[in-house]
């Protein structure tokens, strides 16, 4: 199947810093889409973006996905942006499924 | 804005016991998915549901899960005979076409089986 590889795994960021999280996949996409995972457990969609560019408040992402990778961009962290961020991608030829990857752990200290 | 909803947030269960997951997907959406996601681990995909039947499921999804779409709105995953490592995140998700479309998540339930 289709694989997909985030990274950094675990990142630590002072309040008030920017940080980029990268995805990247094997094989061509129809879709992708960036969550947030709360301390709650709650899956908080951020992002449907299977190309071009998007921003939400301090929040941005861009996939290229002829280069198969996407950025999430999170700028002025705060604290509430604290949690796993999950990239998750739909390839035609293998189901109509999401496969996530493992995830990036952000801490954002105050 | 339409959401996804699932009931209970949270279920305890004993073990071998059988537990049903409810899940009200977005009201025009037409294919229905089920993941979890095991304590610390990545999401993953159980089943997908369309036209009243199941359209792909995992290696996950042995015999001890069944779904349902038993009237218009409700969307329910089945455990027959709960085990230890059952217990998980179960992510309810719905979307409007097969393929490529945004799939909407709801808040989960966490299952707890002792």
């Known amino acids: 199947g289709i694989q997909v590889e985030q990274s950094p795994p675990d990142l630590i960021l002072q309040e008030g810093a920017n940080s980029t999280l990268r995805c990247n996949f094997s094989d061509s996409v129809n879709n992708l889409q960036w969550f947030h995972q709360n301390p709650w457990g709650q899956l908080i969609n951020l992002f449907y973006?299977?190309?071009g560019t998007k921003q939400n408040g301090r929040l941005s992402a861009t996939t290229v996905a002829t280069e198969r990778y996407s950025l999430l961009y999170i700028s002025s962290s705060q604290t509430t942006d604290s949690g796993v961020y999950f990239c998750a991608v739909e390839s035609p030829g293998y189901g109509n499924k999401l496969v996530f990857g493992a995830g990036t752990i952000l801490r954002v200290k105050s | 804005e339409p959401e996804v909803t699932q009931t209970p947030s949270h279920q305890v269960t004993q073990m071998g016991q059988e537990v049903i997951l409810r899940c009200v997907p977005i009201?025009?959406?037409?294919?229905f998915y089920w993941y979890r996601q095991i304590l610390g681990q990545k999401v993953e995909f159980l089943v997908s549901f369309y036209n009243n039947e199941i359209s792909e499921k995992s290696e996950i999804f042995d015999d001890q899960f069944s779904v349902e779409r038993p009237d218009g709105s409700n969307f329910t995953l089945k455990i027959r005979s709960t085990k230890l490592e059952d217990s998980a995140m179960y992510f309810c998700?719905?979307?409007?076409?097969?393929?490529?479309?945004?799939?909407?998540f709801g808040p989960g339930t966490r299952l707890t089986v002792t």
């Open positions: 009201s025009n959406h037409l294919y």
């Open positions: 973006i299977p190309s």
């Open positions: 998700a719905s979307s409007e076409s097969k393929t490529g479309l945004e799939q909407y």
